[in-house]
């Protein structure tokens, strides 16, 4: 189960069958009872919606200092804040227990390294200085994939609209301290994953700055709000669930 800022990319490649979005777990259900929360040490994380403060995780696995890690049933929770990316602590935790991806079909197998492989690229946003561990899995995961089946995934086509976008963001930047607001205006429904990249483009720009991008959407029958947030150069954890919560 994927949270849904990962939505349009699961539209977008086809990547349902392996990824369901986090909207579709309920607390109630057998498979929440067995779930691992991975990239959050918290429960109380905004992004889990109206699971927040409910789900009851076995496992917990994360790169960033634990906060309101939770209590109940958890067995295991592995906290390692020497990594760049989640990714790259799943795969050593799978070479340690001598999990073998033989067990899964060709593609079954391509596809876990290929989105390992990209969560890795991504975090690490294709630099690897200073972030050994990271290099040494990426490259571990890159020999088992299709170079081309990677190279569509980090380096994805963005429709002309997307200047557009970000022209609009960047001539309506507000500032007040350390926090930076602005939209994108009226967007088409397809195209609201744009704000993500957005909100993407203006962080790099001002790292340690919580930055705050939304864009407006709707028809005839309401308007909604698609809200991205950043914050680069973010190992307090808690203090920037504190901001996304206020």
Known sequence: FAMRQVD?????????????PISELRVDDEVARSTALVDSANVADPRLGPLANRLDPLIVIDNHQGVNLPGG?????YIDKGVCAVSTLLWEL?????????????SDQQMLRLMLAMGIYTDARGRFDGWRRDLAAYQDLRDGVSQADLDKLINFPLPDRFDE??????AHVERESDWLITSVGRIEPE??????E??????????????????VYGDGHGTEV??????????????FNERLQR
């Open 8 to 20: 349009w990319l699961q539209a977008r490649f086809y990547l349902r069958q392996w990824l369901r």
């Open 73 to 77: 049933r958890m067995k295991y929770a």
């Open 94 to 106: 799978m070479a340690k227990l001598g999990v073998s991806l033989r067990t899964l079909t060709g």
């Open 165 to 170: 976008y970000q022209r609009h963001a960047e």
């Open 191 to 196: 195209d609201i994953h744009l704000v993500s």
């Open 198 to 215: 957005v909100a993407d483009r203006i962080s790099l720009d001002h790292p340690g700055v919580f930055v705050i991008v939304f864009g």
């Open 226 to 239: 698609k809200v991205s947030v950043r914050q680069q150069n973010c190992d307090d954890l808690a203090a």
